[in-house]
T-cell receptor, first 114, second 114 residues
Framework: AQSVTQPDIHITVSEGASLELRCNYS??????LFWYVQSPGQGLQLLLK??????LVQGIKGFEAEFKRSQSSFNLRKPSVHWSDAAEYFC????????????FGGGTRLMVKP | DGGITQSPKYLFRKEGQNVTLSCEQN?????MYWYRQDPGQGLRLIYY???????QKGDIAEGYSVSREKKESFPLTVTSAQKNPTAFYLC?????????????FGEGSWLTVV
């Protein structure tokens, strides 16, 4: 079975600074990988996803993520954070050829300082 | 607008009561899912349905029940057997049940036991 670890529960960055949120997964083959964002008390919105091909994936709101097979990682990055990016971010992994159930990490709460 | 509608947004349940959370989607998606979210634990899959009149247990199905009589509807009943039902519940759907399809989420329902 697959699993996902987001090592950082909370991260605080200054507005305009760069951001990297870490995600490590465990899966025996190449998985499907997703990043979602959740504002307080709301549902989840998909930021980006990796299926195959180019390991650098571009998403919405200026986010990108890089799949590194050797490190079993799929870290999310943004070059310049805006106050509106404050939210909780979830990494998720899906197994290939096993239905469409996702396994989620515990989430990273991002706070942005003015 | 196409989307996933969950109701009610807030629900209070007395000990020993069953309650039902509604989930309706007008996206014409085949697959639907219910997740439970607890602080710091990410999302856990309760039940999923790949097609009308069929559903399967997820990781934490005990104390919950579902039905899928119509393609657009996937209600979740939290029974009195669920020992710790206070949580945020998220309904989701995807166009097909095959792995890799994007999963879209509703806005969630808060359930509190009083």
């Amino acid at each position: 079975a697959q699993s996902v670890t987001q090592p950082d529960i909370h991260i605080t960055v200054s507005e305009g600074a760069s951001l990297e949120l870490r995600c490590n997964y465990s899966y025996g083959a190449t998985p499907y990988l997703f990043w979602y964002v959740q504002s307080p008390g709301q549902g989840l919105q998909l930021l980006l996803k990796y299926f195959s091909g180019d390991t650098l994936v571009q998403g919405i709101k200026g986010f990108e993520a890089e799949f590194k097979r050797s490190q079993s990682s799929f870290n999310l990055r943004k070059p310049s954070v805006h106050w509106s990016d404050a939210a909780e971010y979830f990494c998720a992994v899906g197994a290939r050829n096993a239905g469409n159930m996702l396994t989620f990490g515990g989430g990273t709460r991002l706070m942005v300082k003015p | 607008d196409g989307g996933i509608t969950q109701s009610p947004k807030y629900l209070f349940r007395k000990e020993g009561q069953n309650v039902t959370l509604s989930c309706e989607q007008n996206l014409n998606h085949d697959a639907m899912y219910w997740y439970r979210q607890d602080p710091g634990q990410g999302l856990r899959l309760i039940y999923y349905s790949q097609i009308v009149n069929d559903f399967q247990k997820g990781d934490i199905a005990e104390g919950y029940s579902v039905s899928r009589e119509k393609k657009e509807s996937f209600p979740l009943t939290v029974t009195s057997a669920q020992k710790n039902p206070t949580a945020f519940y998220l309904c989701a759907s995807s166009i097909a049940p095959s792995s890799g399809n994007t999963i879209y989420f509703g806005e969630g329902s808060w359930l509190t036991v009083v």
